[in-house]
């Protein structure tokens, strides 16, 4: 019979679970970023733009995230062993946070809410 592991971590904070929303947020802002080039673009009639928008919101966010997410899994497994080797405690945890920054700082970018400092007169 196989044991359950027993984690004092929250399953929405193991490595997998945060590893999914970092995908889901990275795609969002590359799905942002998509549409904002295309429907930019004057050569791209409107009827062309609004299928682009349709087909990224309607498939491609899942086609992407479950490529994305595989990727990540795949490319990320040998340095999330080396940072679990890492002497310091809850380092995947840390990691996570210092990549969650990052895309915050990527959203806040895309979305032009970055604070721009007043220029002197």
Do not use: C, D
């Not at 087909?55 to 497994?77: C, D, Q």
């Not at 959203?107 to 400092?117: H, L, M, N, R, S």
């Amino acid at each position: 019979m196989a044991r359950k592991r027993s984690s004092i971590m929250p399953s929405w904070l193991r490595h997998r679970q945060i590893l999914t929303t970092e995908a889901v947020l990275v795609v969002g802002a590359g799905m942002e970023l998509l549409q904002r080039w295309i429907t930019a673009r004057p050569e791209v009639p409107w009827w062309g733009k609004t299928l682009e928008v349709m087909l990224v919101n309607a498939g491609m966010l899942g086609g992407v995230l479950l490529l994305f997410t595989v990727l990540a899994r795949g490319s990320l497994s040998g340095a999330t062993r080396a940072v679990q080797a890492v002497p310091l405690p809850a380092p995947l945890l840390l990691l996570h946070l210092l990549v969650g920054a990052g895309i915050f700082a990527l959203y806040a970018w895309v979305w032009e809410f970055w604070p721009v400092a007043a220029q002197a007169a």
